[in-house]
Structure formats: structure tokens, C-alpha cells
């Protein structure tokens, strides 16, 4: 199965407008990651910066091999 991730690239926001502490914040990302990889599903992410980004390193660092960036036609960063 391939699931996606989509979050904000400014991390910094969440615990400023939820209230979530960023100690919580990592922990979900820690949670979601260590889940997708042990499922051993695949990873889609639009590669940027923050909460998708982060959500890869742990998947990675759990044993998750497949990761898809999407990527738009016109990006000049990746693209």
C-alpha cells in the first residue's frame, strides 16, 4: 500500500496555532513514521520541508524502503 503524508513545511506553526508542544509534535511524526515503515507500506510525500520530511527520516530510520516524491512539472527546486 502507498500512503501519503501531507503537512506544513513550517513546523513552527503547529505549536504555535494548536497549543501542541513541539516534544508532541515529534512524537506523532516519531508514531507515524515507525507505523508506515513496520507495515512495511510505501511513502509518498511532495519533498520540501517539514512535517513530510521529518515523517521520511523516521520511516527510514524504521526499517522503510520506498519513498515517492511528487514532484510538479514546473518546480524549479526539484523539478
Do not use: C
Amino acid at each position: 500500500m502507498r500512503v501519503s503524508v501531507l503537512g506544513t513545511g513550517d513546523m513552527t506553526k503547529i505549536p504555535r496555532f494548536t497549543g501542541m508542544k513541539k516534544e508532541e509534535l515529534m512524537k506523532l511524526v516519531e508514531g507515524l513514521g515507525r507505523m508506515i515503515a513496520r507495515k512495511g507500506h510505501e511513502l509518498v510525500i511532495i519533498p520540501d520541508r517539514g512535517i513530510p520530511t521529518e515523517v521520511v527520516k523516521v520511516y527510514r530510520k524504521y526499517g522503510g524502503v520506498k519513498v515517492y516524491g511528487v514532484v510538479p512539472v514546473k518546480d524549479k527546486r526539484y523539478g
